[in-house]
């Protein structure tokens, strides 16, 4: 026999379960549609068509208010992803432009040089130092002084440190301040979905370097960086 208590807890939850169906299915936000994109979607062609959508709606929500933070991030972030899934050198120039103008515009925004920091070194990564300077502007040490200003600045967060030790890492396995930062991001709090995958991924490349295998720790770095399970080259 159900008891009484057991019965009400039954129908509220039938209750949610049919609200919840009968509710429109709320739109993903242009944030959401990019860690997917970046994380989730297990071919390309799907996650240039999610990324082109965060796109779109980071673009119509600036038609409405032209200065909104987010949106501006993540219009340049799609730009970016856009440019690292196609090769398109203008969406690439135009997402570092838009990078530096948010940074120029508040210094002390660490989600902006931290983007800014990985432009520069996955530029300087699949280009090298001096062909992605020369043909995107890109430069390993405006690179790194945006990734260590964003640590600085992004607090207990696993993101910060975690997506500097892996870019770190994928250039060279052996250099000490990745290292650290890894460890760093381990200990870190997570607070998003994104700090968890990046703090997943640090674990999963220290366990590497603690077995002092540099070429597979290159490998889980550049394949736990955005779209890097895409890359030919891992």
Avoid at 115 to 123: C, E, K, M, S, T
Avoid at 183 to 192: H, L, P, W, Y
């Amino acid at each position: 026999m159900v008891q009484s208590g057991g019965r009400i807890g039954l129908v509220c939850m039938g209750l949610a379960a049919g609200l919840a169906m009968a509710a429109p299915a709320r739109a993903q936000s242009a944030r959401e549609l990019l860690t997917q994109a970046s994380f989730g979607d297990s071919d390309e062609a799907s996650a240039l068509r999610r990324v082109s959508s965060a796109y779109t709606v980071a673009a119509n929500a600036l038609k409405r208010t032209p200065d909104d933070h987010e949106s501006l991030l993540m219009r340049a972030t799609a730009l970016g992803y856009r440019a690292k899934l196609t090769g398109n050198r203008s969406d690439a120039i135009a997402a570092r432009r838009q990078f530096e103008a948010l940074v120029a515009q508040n210094p002390r925004d660490a989600e902006a040089q931290l983007a800014l920091g990985a432009w520069h070194i996955g530029a300087v990564k699949k280009l090298g130092a001096i062909v992605g300077r020369a043909a995107l502007g890109a430069q390993r040490s405006v690179g790194f002084a945006s990734l260590d200003r964003a640590i600085a600045l992004g607090g207990d967060r696993a993101l910060f440190p975690g997506l500097s030790a892996l870019l770190r890492l994928e250039l060279d396995p052996r250099d000490p301040r990745g290292r650290a930062l890894a460890e760093a991001a381990v200990r870190a709090g997570t607070v998003t979905p994104i700090d968890r995958i990046l703090q997943r991924a640090c674990v999963a490349v220290l366990a590497s370097l603690r077995a002092g295998d540099g070429q597979k720790t290159r490998a889980l770095a550049s394949q736990s960086l955005p779209f890097g399970r895409f890359d030919d080259d891992n």
